[in-house]
C-alpha cells in the first residue's frame, strides 16, 4: 500500500518538474523561442502532467 502511495507521489512529483521546466525554462532556449508559442508550450506542459497519471489510472484500472 505505502509502495503505491510513494509511487503516485513520486509520479506526480516528476510530472510537475517536468510540466515546470517546459513552462519556464524552455521558453529562455533559443531553438524552441522561435518554433513555439506560448500556447503550443501550455499544452506540452498539461500533457506532461496529463498523460503519465491518466496511464497509471489505466494501469491500476487493469490491475482491479
Known amino acids: 500500500m505505502w509502495q503505491q502511495i510513494l509511487f503516485i ?3 506526480f ?3 510537475t518538474i517536468a510540466s515546470a521546466v517546459i513552462k519556464y525554462a524552455a521558453p529562455t ?5 522561435n ?3 506560448v500556447d503550443v508550450m501550455n ?3 498539461i500533457s506532461v502532467i ?3 497519471v491518466s496511464l497509471f489510472a489505466f494501469v491500476l484500472w487493469l490491475k482491479r
Open 9 to 11: 507521489l513520486r509520479l
Open 13 to 15: 512529483v516528476y510530472s
Open 29 to 33: 532556449w533559443e531553438l524552441l523561442v
Open 35 to 37: 518554433n513555439l508559442t
Open 43 to 45: 499544452a506540452i506542459a
Open 50 to 52: 496529463t498523460l503519465p
